[in-house]
T-cell receptor
């Protein structure tokens, strides 16, 4: 079944390590997003991409890097993980019909 | 600056009764609004949306009302069922604004037997 898949689903890493969260979608949607979910903050946009090789910052981009060499993939990298980046990360893509964003199942990241 | 606000972190309702979840926004540029539902350990799933040209949209047990003058929207669930227990996020977007959505902080709905 087509959709968005994220990997890893669960990750524990140490402060200062580099971590990459992968996101793959099979719909060929142009727009893709990374959100993080934190208690008291809801879902906040980290980065988004309008197409391959086009990315832009969202509300909370500091400490994160993204790339989009192919339409279907949108990896998120934490270059030097900090404890404040412990969160649940959701990748999403935009469906034109209905102005709707579809989310992946999430990646739980703990930085110790 | 929280542009989309859900002031009730939690709501408890009895099965069969109406659940009303509220959302306020401050940015008058928002022209479409959505509600998402989220179960633990899963991603948010789209529930229902409304365009700013409407004041009501209904889909089965779910109805969203929009009051543009008050910058307020609400989600009504009638009748509430135990399976509706989840976190509900309100979201808003601007047509032509890069398809980004701004989310509220969520309301945990618990439907009790």
């Amino acid at each position: 079944d087509a959709g968005i898949t994220q990997s890893p689903r669960y990750k524990i890493t140490e402060t200062g390590r580099q971590v990459t969260l992968m996101c793959h979608q099979t719909w060929s949607h142009s727009y893709m997003f990374w959100y993080r979910q934190d208690l008291g903050h809801g879902l906040r946009l980290i980065y988004y991409s309008a197409a391959a090789d086009i990315t832009d910052k969202g509300e909370v981009p500091d400490g994160y890097v993204v790339s989009r060499s192919k339409t279907e993939n949108f990896p998120l990298t934490l270059e030097s993980a900090t404890r404040s980046q412990t969160s649940v990360y959701f990748c999403a893509s935009f469906r034109d019909r209905g102005n709707t964003i579809y989310f992946g199942e999430g990646s739980w990241l703990t930085v110790v | 600056d929280q542009q989309v606000k859900q002031n009730s972190p939690s709501l408890s309702v009895q099965e069969g009764r109406i659940s009303i979840l509220n959302c306020d926004y401050t940015n008058s540029m928002f022209d479409y609004f959505l509600w998402y539902k989220k179960y633990p350990a899963e991603g948010p799933t789209f529930l229902i949306s409304i365009s700013s040209i409407k004041d009501k949209n209904e889909d089965g047990r779910f109805t969203v009302f929009l009051n543009k003058s008050a910058k307020h929207l609400s989600l009504h669930i009638v009748p509430s069922q135990p399976g509706d227990s989840a976190v509900y996020f309100c979201a808003a977007g601007i047509t032509g604004g890069g398809n980004k959505l701004t989310f509220g902080t969520g309301t945990q709905l618990k439907v009790e037997l």
